[in-house]
């Protein structure tokens, strides 16, 4: 029966005519999505001091509907060229890294790179001449309240100068190492072979660990304006309060190098590209011209700028000590359980069912156990190797 004042084909005729344009909507992909083309990155420098190894890192960028992060470039040939001889570079390790046996290369002539991948491509970077890093002066850190992050901070600041006046560019980057540990330290470990414990020297516990990363940021100075060339306190990093690289110790290993103009120009696009987007007042993305090109193909993108200079280090050191109530969350629970041995005539021998515990220590003729991830602070990254360089 119709329902009175309802007028049912006011209604039914723009659905039916609205169905079929439904059901021909495509998804739109632009073309710059759609496309696959990988383009190749050079990341790295001639490095033109004494003993020294070049090291250049060769990756392919993704697409936006790629799964997988950049991915390296392997089994290319990569050559430094120059009037003084050819220079191989070797990816040993596989991971896109290609590095020089250890050089003294002539600082007063000039150098290129040539770089021909797996698929035929040729690649090509213009000719440099080298320029000499100055010595970092001094690292220096201070702990101060950031109101801009409503909490204290470490701040660390770079200091140099050049008496020459030549340099004038300068770009940073560091490698850090920070010290941490598993919950508790046990004094036991699992033969997995036979499931039996065995005692562990203090030596040989997975207590402590060291992690070491590379810095992300583009950290760029010049001294172009001023009328010497003086780098005075250029922060180059800052750590929010309770950071957890800050929890025992850290280190800090700065890398100098000076640029020329060019150079500079480029690595600020790369800066302001990569860490200065997203806000309504930020500068536009814009395309990054560096110094390597196509040869197979001119019309070959490759992103990158390779530069020839010796370079200058300088560590930094800091103690959670000298950090008044900076400590981390120490992150998950570590519960302890105390259980008879599975087998009371060979109290070494370990079959607990569940393989995420792990036996803490003996008490009593009982076994204290916790989670794996509680005794071995490998489970967090790095290496129970100590680096040379700790204190």
Not at 136 to 165: A, F
């Amino acid at each position: 029966m119709p329902v009175k004042g309802v007028n049912f084909w006011k209604y039914l005729l723009p659905a039916l005519l609205i169905l079929p344009a439904l059901r021909c909507r495509k998804v739109y992909e632009p073309p710059a999505i759609k496309n696959s083309s990988h383009i190749l990155a050079v990341d790295g420098i001639i490095n033109t001091g004494a003993r020294s190894r070049s090291q250049i890192i060769l990756t392919r960028s993704r697409s936006l509907l790629d799964s997988i992060m950049d991915t390296p470039e392997l089994g290319a040939q990569v050559v430094i060229h120059s009037t003084g001889g050819d220079y191989l570079l070797s990816d040993t390790n596989g991971t896109g890294t290609y590095i020089s046996d250890s050089l003294t290369l002539d600082p007063t002539i000039k150098y290129s790179l040539s770089i021909s991948t797996q698929d035929g491509h040729i690649y090509q970077s213009d000719a440099v001449l080298p320029k000499t890093a100055p010595p970092i002066d001094s690292l220096t850190w201070e702990l101060v309240n950031d109101p801009s992050v409503g909490t204290e901070v470490v701040n660390v600041y770079v200091n140099s100068h050049d008496s020459t006046d030549s340099t004038r560019f300068y770009r940073w980057d560091y490698l850090e190492t920070w010290q941490h540990q598993s919950a508790y330290e046990t004094f036991w470990a699992l033969d997995y072979n036979t499931s039996l414990e065995y005692g562990l020297f203090p030596s040989q516990t997975t207590h402590n660990c060291w992690t070491t990363g590379m810095s992300s940021s583009i950290i760029l100075g010049t001294t172009n304006t001023l009328s010497t060339d003086i780098i005075s306190q250029v922060k180059i990093a800052t750590f929010l309060k309770n950071d957890p690289k800050m929890d025992i110790g850290y280190s800090m290993l700065v890398r100098q190098y000076p640029l020329d103009q060019q150079a500079f120009v480029y690595w600020l696009n790369v800066q302001k590209n990569s860490q200065s987007l997203g806000g309504l007042f930020d500068p536009l993305p814009s395309q990054l011209a560096g110094n390597i090109h196509g040869v197979t193909n001119p019309n070959d993108p490759v992103v990158g700028f390779v530069s020839a200079s010796s370079v200058q280090e300088r560590r930094l050191f800091i103690s959670n000590r000298d950090l008044p109530g900076w400590q981390s969350n120490p992150g998950r629970d570590c519960p302890i359980q105390i259980i008879a041995p599975p087998d009371p005539n060979n109290v070494v021998y370990w079959n607990y069912p569940d393989t995420s515990f792990q036996l803490y220590y003996y008490s009593g003729g009982a076994m204290v156990i916790t989670y794996k991830d509680c005794l071995d602070c490998r489970y967090q990254g790095g290496t129970v190797v100590k680096p040379s360089f700790w204190p």
